[in-house]
């Protein structure tokens, strides 16, 4: 299997890991020599209820038998996406009224950076230094990493950055400026978390100005903080919430949310001002749906502050400066990139799914499902202190 995959998909990286997977289940993946391996990442946060949980798995093979794909986006009412929108509709801010349902987090991004330019009619758009919002060409123009953005340029003018949690820089934002586009917690950066109502002050120059925020809860969202989104740490509601990944629990899908005065600007002049094919499809949007009604009727997003306090109280070690960021979205930075990259590789010989983060090489992630159970946590966490030691 391996050898086909080198051979016939297109690769993302020279090395891939490359494991071979045979099924996967709640916290474990298996690959096919029947290696259980505990999964600490859960697909890059995509998999808040793990692998496979049977209320998703249900609600997919129902809709499969009614009815998947009728019509492009926002033509047929079809309950599966009417149902799920209304009900984040009801655990959102009033002002976050209506949601377009697309493919991924970085498709959501280019909708929400359309509907910010139609609706202000002005181009700037500020972004923050160390920001990663997708890798499409408008989610690409918000880096400030010039080494992946120079061999795709040009890319979309009239993008300007501001330092992450520095007050001084916030008066960079102005009358001429569309949005600001911030992700509540930087992910890629190392899962920096706004200090000092960072998030208020940006809210704040944004109103002042008539600019809009739009916050990016790709990774954030969904419980993985204790809060459905993140944002609601902060005391900071965006004009624009955009939302992906761990939505439909490993389905893909993404979504940009708005009040109906802004969202409305998108469906004239020109009318279909953003179109999708297969966004809000029915099967996707059953598992988004069972996804939401299991993370609001238990108890796992409370839940996700205390299995962060044991990570935090257990993974003491020399080699861990720091674990930064919020709930199950935690990144260990470690002394070097080299002992980062170590902990990583040695950790999938003993069975343990770890990863890196995109610019802070001295980082591995920790982002496992929501259901991650006490004992799992503990379990992995003890291989990462035996590989620790022995390094």
């Given at each position: 299997m391996k050898e086909d995959f080198l051979k016939y998909q297109a690769q993302t990286s020279l090395y891939p890991l490359g494991m071979e997977?045979?099924?996967?289940?709640?916290?474990?993946i298996y690959d096919v020599q029947g290696n259980a391996h505990l999964d600490f990442v859960a697909g890059v946060s995509a998999c808040s209820l793990g692998h496979c949980h049977p209320k998703v798995v249900e609600a997919i093979?129902?809709?499969?038998?009614?009815?998947?794909?009728?019509m492009v986006y926002g033509e047929y009412a079809q309950s599966p996406a009417i149902e799920y929108a209304k009900l984040l509709q009801q655990n959102l801010p009033a002002n976050l009224e209506v949601t377009y349902l697309v493919n991924s987090g970085t498709e959501a991004m280019e909708g929400?950076?359309?509907l910010a330019r139609r609706y202000t009619g002005r181009s700037q758009i500020i972004a923050a230094h160390n920001a990663y919002h997708g890798n499409t060409m408008g989610s690409l123009s918000l880096m400030d990493y010039e080494e992946r953005k120079a061999p795709f340029r040009p890319l979309i003018p009239d993008v300007n950055h501001i330092r992450f949690n520095q007050d001084e820089d916030i008066n960079l934002i102005t009358e001429k400026t569309a949005?600001?586009?911030l992700e509540t917690i930087q992910g890629g950066a190392g899962f920096i978390v706004p200090e000092n109502d960072y998030l208020k002050k940006i809210r704040d120059k944004c109103n002042e100005v008539g600019a809009l925020l739009i916050l990016d809860e790709i990774q954030p969202g969904f419980g993985r903080t204790g809060k459905l989104f993140a944002f609601e740490h902060f005391n900071c509601a965006p004009d624009i919430l955009v939302i992906g990944k761990g939505m439909a629990s490993g389905m893909p899908v993404g979504a940009f949310i708005a009040g109906r005065t802004i969202m409305d600007?998108?469906?004239?002049?020109p009318k279909m001002g953003h179109i999708t094919t297969f966004g809000g499809n029915p099967v996707i949007a059953a598992a988004s749906l069972a996804t939401l009604q299991v993370l609001l009727d238990t108890s796992l997003i409370a839940e996700t502050l205390e299995k962060e306090?044991?990570?935090?109280?257990?993974?003491?070690?020399?080699k861990i400066k720091e674990i930064r960021g919020k709930g199950l979205m935690l990144a260990l930075i470690m002394e070097t990139p080299e002992i980062a990259d170590r902990l990583v590789l040695e950790a999938k010989e003993k069975n343990l799914?770890?990863?890196?983060?995109?610019?802070?090489?001295?980082?591995?992630?920790i982002s496992p499902p929501l259901t991650?159970?006490?004992?799992?946590i503990l379990k992995g966490c003890r291989v990462i202190l035996d590989i620790l030691d022995g390094i």
């Open positions: 997977i045979s099924h996967a289940k709640g916290c474990y093979k129902k809709q499969a038998d009614e009815y998947m794909h009728v929400a950076l359309k949005c600001v586009v600007t998108l469906s004239d002049g306090k044991l990570f935090r109280e257990t993974l003491t070690h020399p799914i770890l990863f890196w983060l995109l610019f802070e090489k001295r980082a591995v992630r991650i159970s006490k004992e799992e």
